[in-house]
């Protein structure tokens, strides 16, 4: 079992920044892909960014592309996510995913879960 927590919400004007932080409860923290989904309201949760175990790989939604950057440090067991010129239409609860790789570009490919942090952009 994996636990993760996210932190570093909050409200922010249109072109402001946040950094999101999730640490995981896993000794093996490095076996894991890891992940953001973002679920605005009224909406289906939905793939933002993801890194793999080393850090090596990131893929992006094409939304967040150039805006946001997914990192990772294997040393304290946490994943970030620097999003840089918010817009109103990025507010939503973001959550922090792991699991493999080869599935996590989907929620139902995710095999653990934060519980989420809300991010509202302001315009």
């Known amino acids: 079992q994996v636990q993760l927590v996210e932190s570093g919400g909050g409200l922010v004007q249109a072109g402001g920044s946040l950094r999101l932080s999730c640490t995981a409860s896993?000794?093996?923290?490095?076996?894991?892909?890891m992940g953001w989904f973002r679920q605005a309201p009224g909406k289906e949760r939905e793939f933002a960014a993801r890194?793999?175990?080393?850090?090596?790989?990131?893929v992006y939604t094409d939304s967040v592309k150039g805006r946001f950057t997914i990192s990772r440090n294997n040393n304290n067991n946490t994943v970030y996510l620097q999003m840089n010129s918010l817009k109103p239409e990025d507010t939503a609860v973001y959550y922090c995913?792991?699991?493999?790789?080869?599935?996590?570009?989907?929620?139902?490919?995710?095999?653990?879960w934060g519980q989420g942090t809300l991010v509202t952009v302001s315009s």
């Open positions: 896993a000794r093996t923290f490095s076996d894991y892909a």
């Open positions: 995913a792991a699991g493999s790789w080869a599935t996590m570009s989907t929620p139902d490919g995710v095999n653990y």
């Open positions: 890194i793999s175990r080393q850090g090596l790989l990131t």
